[in-house]
């Protein structure tokens, strides 16, 4: 039974940091490609960052490159995303998300629709 379970959100002023944690577990796979989706009411949910679990690059929406870090930790059983200079617009609920894979993917977010299967229930971060 797969679970994906998000911590750390909360509520900062614009500037601020925060980071979100998301633990891992009843994963068979041994490469995935482990992400963060952000979504607002009333929005279609939207790709922030990505890691392959064999190690190896990133990948980031636009709106966060330079700002948004994430990594993986534990042998990928804990997904990591630091937010610096967080802005109102990064308020949304945060979903921690997997996606299995059959060799090396650049993860980006292309298809994630059909290929993340397992969530997170999401936390939320508001930024004033």
């Known amino acids: 039974h797969v679970q994906l379970v998000e911590s750390g959100g909360g509520s900062v002023q614009a500037g601020e940091s925060l980071r979100l944690s998301c633990a891992v577990s009843g994963y068979s796979y041994f490469q995935e490609c482990l992400g963060w989706f952000r979504q607002v009411p009333g929005k279609e949910r939207e790709g922030v960052a990505s890691?392959?679990?064999?190690?190896?690059?990133?990948y980031y929406a636009d709106s966060v490159k330079g700002r948004f870090t994430i990594s993986l930790a534990n042998g990928a059983s804990t997904v990591l995303l630091q937010m610096n200079d967080l802005k109102p617009e990064d308020t949304a609920t945060y979903y921690c998300?997997?996606?299995?894979?059959?060799?090396?993917?650049?993860?980006?977010?292309?298809?994630?629709?059909?290929?993340?299967?397992?969530w997170g229930r999401g936390t939320q971060v508001t930024v004033s």
């Open positions: 998300a997997a996606a299995p894979k059959n060799g090396p993917s650049d993860c980006t977010f292309l298809g994630w629709k059909y290929e993340y299967n397992h």
């Open positions: 890691a392959y679990s064999g190690g190896g690059g990133t």
